[in-house]
């Protein structure tokens, strides 16, 4: 979207040069990175980026204003309802289209929010790697503000770590060496010093939790929460001795409660020229004529089930009266052609904007972002199988 640096990165790319640089990922913890990691970064200028952040903070204000926990208080499963929830979200992650307006420019559309941790570690791995393939200019940054490399994982140690040794917190998943996000539970680990530790294997001993650390059992006083309950639940097969929703003595960083409250139930309230109109199905007084155009959401499903992109009458009708609450009937975006390959093939991209509310804290912060490519109709694996210059990816911010 940099026009210059596009044209010089496209120039100077070669297969063999992003070879190099998967190997040197793999080959980092001796295992093979299980997503795939697209050929380029994306370039964004500064008029895209002044609009992102306009559009970051027309979501955080509702957000952050004082009748939001009463506005979601629908929001989570009665059944996955977590003690001790803290005031904000820890972490916030939105994720935004690059469309474009009538005019031609860059324009960011509202796709999905999180208030659950993304990559935040391996988003700056990644942009090493790119930096050091590829030509990358100085004039632009994968980090905000003024912050550096060192200062952002002393904040990020700061907000996982709290007041705790770092043997005293854990990075809590089911099987986290299985999952596709791995890289990023040992690169937090090589950084910040905690341990990825699968729900099976926390103790329990009254309203205490332990684990085996160095053949020790140590006590664990936080958990930095990587652990889905829609993963978790279907795993019965899973061993245990706590349940994320029992009253325990632990702090919670990136509260559960907070993935179900900053979500796809979130949508709605944002009025935004940066978010596509909105609706619960059941607050929907007349459907629309031109079905096409919209897009169909269970509120609570993770990784894209159950949505339906070619929405039918059928498709609405079916769905019973008392279930019409969990859903959300959203327009469509339109995505521009954000970029182009090396070989003019366009590419469509989606742009996470990573931030962090650090305890104690009046607001937000904005520290890092993520990139996701596709040649495909939508942005996914599903729809982008056997193709190239698709995938996640770092964003190259152009600095102020």
């Given at each position: ?370 990139g996701r490519l596709s040649k495909g109709k939508m942005i996914g694996v599903d729809f982008n199988k056997d193709k190239t210059w698709v995938g996640g990816t770092a964003v190259f911010?152009?600095?102020?």
């Amino acid at each position: 979207m940099i026009s210059a640096l596009r044209q010089q990165y496209n120039a100077q790319f070669r297969e063999e040069k992003y070879q190099e640089m998967l190997a040197k990922l793999n080959q980092r913890y001796q295992k093979k990175i299980d997503f795939r990691i697209a050929e380029t970064p994306i370039f964004v200028p500064k008029a895209l980026k002044k609009r992102l952040l306009a559009g970051c903070e027309d979501i955080i204000k509702v957000i952050a204003a004082p009748n939001f926990k009463s506005l979601t208080s629908q929001a989570i499963p009665p059944h996955q309802w977590v003690p001790n929830e803290d005031a904000h979200p820890t972490f916030l992650t939105i994720d935004f289209a690059v469309c474009q307006d009538e005019q031609g420019e860059w324009l960011p559309q509202l796709i999905e929010m999180q208030g659950f941790p993304s990559l935040y570690g391996f988003q700056n791995l990644i942009a090493n790697e790119f930096r050091q393939h590829f030509d990358i200019s100085d004039s632009v940054s994968h980090l905000f503000g003024d912050l550096t490399e060192e200062g952002y994982f002393a904040l990020l140690k700061r907000v996982i770590l709290g007041n705790h040794a770092p043997e005293n917190v854990i990075l809590l998943e089911i099987e986290p060496h299985r999952q596709k996000t791995w890289v990023d539970f040992y690169y937090t680990r090589e950084k910040i010093g905690i341990e990825p530790v699968c729900i099976s294997e926390v103790i329990r001993e009254g309203t205490k939790l332990y684990y085996f650390h160095n053949g020790q059992k140590t006590p664990i006083h936080r958990i930095y929460n990587r652990l889905i309950f829609d993963e978790f639940e279907k795993r019965a097969d899973l061993p245990r001795q706590f349940n994320l929703t029992e009253a325990v003595e632990v702090e919670w960083v990136g509260h559960p409660n907070w993935f179900f409250r900053m979500s796809k139930y979130t949508v709605p309230f944002i009025q935004s020229p940066y978010a596509p109109p909105t609706q619960f199905l059941h607050q929907v007084s007349q459907i629309p004529q031109d079905l096409e155009n919209y897009v169909l959401k269970p509120l609570f499903s993770f990784a894209g089930a159950g949505v339906k992109f070619d929405v039918k009458l059928e498709d609405i009708t079916k769905i019973p009266e008392n279930e019409r609450p969990h859903f959300i009937l959203q327009k469509k975006v339109q995505y521009a052609s954000a970029l182009h390959d090396h070989e003019g093939e366009p590419i469509k991209a989606e742009i996470r904007m990573m931030f962090l509310w650090e305890a104690g804290q009046a607001q937000a912060q904005l520290v890092t972002s993520l990139g996701r490519l596709s040649k495909g109709k939508m942005i996914g694996v599903d729809f982008n199988k056997d193709k190239t210059w698709v995938g996640g990816t770092a964003v190259f911010f152009e600095k102020d």
